[in-house]
């Protein structure tokens, strides 16, 4: 049948957790298809909160299967803590149920670290890195000497590359970096008991996919990180080492174009960033915090992985019309809009200002947005708490007018708007 996807249009945060939850309700598979357990997803149903890394959130649907696709990279210990973690919470984890890719790559205490040493090196011009070894894992991807999932099915092969990965490593920490080696053997040791662990869940991706594609199964592409802080298209170097956007499902998934249907954007009803990097509607002091919380709501703009508090902004208009357009989005949904009451006015950047000049749309891309500042429109709030509402026709006036701004500054529909972390605080429309 159809593969939708679910991408991230800004960057990252933006609720694709909660909203692969909802969808996958329709779905036979959910498969992750970049990243890794730098992604921090959120699911709430009823009483219990879910935050997964690698997993697919779909999972939490008791009829899916859960893929990981060989577009990802894997920390062996945090993948057994997490499935450890969601048997604990009643969610059935096995064989059947959750399947990697025998071409995802793994991540190593070596790519850990060497990720720690690279950023303490930049000084001031850290990325702001979740420092769970990313980008080293894909720099070893791309210079082809990176260890795939399949080597966990022989436990000697395994102990061996990655007893040469940390030789290698050390190597760099030292000379380079001036940081203490790792014991490469130990690490081997330890690592060869996690193969035996993880070898019954690698299998082919690709063709599961294939087979369920051509019969009546439908597959939800679940995105991680989002369309700013893709290694192309978003804004480089302040960005991740994968591809989150649209095209990376196909590559990550291996996975033919024919199939695609829904292409659905998500954006919180503002705009949010964690970590280093340009961001032009950013917005301070009492704004910020009334944006961000103060940490007593679970969904406050905290960081799901990392903790670090993100900075919080107007929603960019410039920025979504480009996640539009480079993700070939078909339609957007959008969260957090119960963060906006009592809220007046609201601010909307509609285009960007530099010397004297109204852009609509951005020259070169996002990479250097430090020329432009942001042209803004206003419109009015509303008072009420919108959580409880589930139809479009209760929205309070100003928030559907909200909303169909956003329609038109895009040229995209929104038929999914949430109102609240929960799997029915949502307006479909
Ligand atoms: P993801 O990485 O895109 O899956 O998003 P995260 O889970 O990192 O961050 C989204 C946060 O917002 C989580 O705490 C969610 O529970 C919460 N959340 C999602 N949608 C809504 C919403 O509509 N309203 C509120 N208040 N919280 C939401
Ligand atoms: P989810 O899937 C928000 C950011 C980091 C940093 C940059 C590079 O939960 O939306 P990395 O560790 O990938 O090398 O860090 O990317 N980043 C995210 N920000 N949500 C995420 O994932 C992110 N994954 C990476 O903060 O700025
Ligand atoms: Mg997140």
């Given at each position: 049948?159809?593969?939708?996807?679910?991408?991230?249009?800004?960057w990252?945060?933006?609720?694709?957790?909660?909203?692969v939850?909802?969808?996958?309700?329709?779905?036979?598979?959910?498969?992750?298809?970049?990243?890794?357990?730098?992604?921090?997803?959120?699911?709430?149903?009823?009483?219990?909160?879910?935050?997964?890394?690698?997993?697919?959130?779909?999972?939490?649907?008791?009829?899916?299967?859960g893929?990981?696709?060989?577009?990802?990279?894997?920390?062996?210990?945090?993948?057994?803590?997490?499935?450890?973690?969601?048997?604990?919470?009643?969610?059935?984890?096995?064989?059947?149920?959750?399947?990697?890719?025998?071409?995802?790559?793994?991540?190593?205490?070596?790519?850990?670290?060497?990720?720690?040493?690279?950023?303490?090196?930049?000084?001031?011009?850290?990325?702001?890195?979740?420092?769970?070894?990313?980008?080293?894992?894909?720099?070893?991807?791309?210079?082809?000497?990176?260890?795939?999932?399949?080597?966990?099915?022989?436990?000697?092969?395994?102990?061996?590359?990655?007893?040469?990965?940390?030789?290698?490593?050390n190597?760099?920490?030292t000379?380079?970096?001036?940081?203490?080696?790792?014991?490469?053997?130990?690490?081997?040791?330890?690592?060869a008991?996690y193969?035996?662990?993880?070898?019954?869940?690698?299998?082919?991706?690709?063709?599961?996919?294939?087979?369920?594609?051509?019969?009546?199964q439908?597959?939800?592409?679940?995105?991680?990180?989002g369309?700013?802080?893709?290694l192309?298209h978003?804004?480089?170097?302040?960005?991740?080492?994968?591809?989150?956007?649209?095209?990376?499902?196909?590559?990550?998934?291996?996975?033919?174009?024919?199939?695609?249907?829904?292409v659905?954007?998500?954006?919180?009803?503002?705009q949010?960033?964690?970590?280093?990097?340009?961001?032009?509607?950013?917005?301070?002091?009492?704004?910020?915090?009334?944006?961000?919380?103060?940490?007593e709501?679970?969904?406050?703009?905290?960081?799901?992985?990392?903790?670090?508090p993100?900075?919080?902004?107007?929603?960019?208009?410039?920025?979504?019309?480009?996640?539009?357009?480079?993700?070939?989005?078909?339609?957007?949904?959008?969260?957090?809009?119960?963060?906006?009451?009592?809220?007046?006015?609201?601010?909307?950047?509609?285009?960007?200002?530099?010397?004297?000049?109204?852009?609509?749309?951005?020259?070169?891309?996002?990479?250097?947005?430090?020329?432009?500042?942001?042209?803004?429109?206003e419109?009015?709030?509303?008072?009420?708490?919108?959580?409880?509402?589930?139809?479009?026709?209760?929205?309070?006036?100003?928030a559907?007018a909200?909303?169909?701004?956003?329609?038109?500054?895009v040229?995209?529909?929104?038929?999914?708007?949430?109102?609240?972390?929960?799997?029915?605080?949502?307006?479909?429309?």
């Amino acid at each position: 049948m159809t593969l939708n996807m679910v991408i991230g249009a800004q960057w990252g945060d933006e609720g694709k957790g909660r909203v692969v939850d909802l969808l996958a309700a329709e779905a036979d598979f959910v498969a992750r298809y970049s990243g890794g357990d730098n992604a921090g997803h959120t699911v709430t149903v009823g009483e219990q909160t879910f935050k997964l890394h690698l997993i697919p959130s779909g999972v939490i649907q008791p009829h899916t299967v859960g893929l990981l696709g060989n577009g990802m990279v894997i920390n062996p210990i945090v993948l057994l803590e997490e499935m450890e973690k969601l048997r604990q919470a009643g969610v059935v984890i096995n064989p059947e149920r959750v399947r990697i890719s025998y071409a995802a790559h793994v991540i190593t205490p070596g790519h850990l670290a060497l990720d720690k040493a690279r950023e303490m090196a930049r000084g001031d011009e850290k990325i702001g890195t979740t420092q769970r070894g990313i980008g080293p894992a894909y720099n070893d991807k791309t210079a082809r000497g990176g260890i795939r999932m399949e080597t966990v099915l022989s436990q000697e092969t395994f102990a061996d590359a990655i007893e040469a990965n940390i030789e290698k490593v050390n190597r760099q920490l030292t000379s380079l970096y001036g940081t203490p080696p790792l014991d490469a053997h130990a690490v081997a040791q330890e690592y060869a008991g996690y193969a035996r662990t993880l070898a019954p869940y690698v299998g082919d991706v690709s063709g599961m996919l294939a087979e369920a594609l051509e019969s009546d199964q439908s597959v939800l592409a679940e995105g991680a990180q989002g369309t700013l802080l893709d290694l192309d298209h978003g804004t480089y170097p302040f960005v991740t080492s994968s591809t989150p956007t649209a095209p990376g499902v196909l590559v990550g998934l291996g996975v033919g174009v024919g199939k695609v249907g829904r292409v659905l954007g998500v954006t919180k009803a503002f705009q949010t960033r964690v970590g280093e990097g340009p961001f032009p509607t950013e917005v301070f002091g009492d704004a910020a915090i009334r944006l961000r919380g103060t940490g007593e709501n679970p969904w406050d703009e905290f960081g799901t992985t990392t903790g670090r508090p993100r900075r919080v902004g107007w929603l960019d208009g410039v920025l979504l019309r480009y996640a539009a357009r480079v993700n070939g989005l078909t339609e957007l949904v959008i969260t957090k809009l119960d963060i906006l009451s009592a809220l007046d006015p609201l601010r909307i950047c509609t285009g960007y200002r530099v010397n004297g000049d109204r852009l609509e749309n951005l020259p070169l891309g996002p990479s250097d947005l430090s020329p432009f500042e942001p042209v803004y429109e206003e419109l009015p709030g509303w008072e009420e708490d919108i959580m409880g509402v589930q139809a479009w026709e209760n929205l309070p006036p100003q928030a559907r007018a909200y909303i169909q701004r956003i329609e038109e500054l895009v040229g995209l529909p929104v038929n999914l708007i949430s109102v609240g972390p929960e799997r029915d605080q949502i307006v479909q429309r």
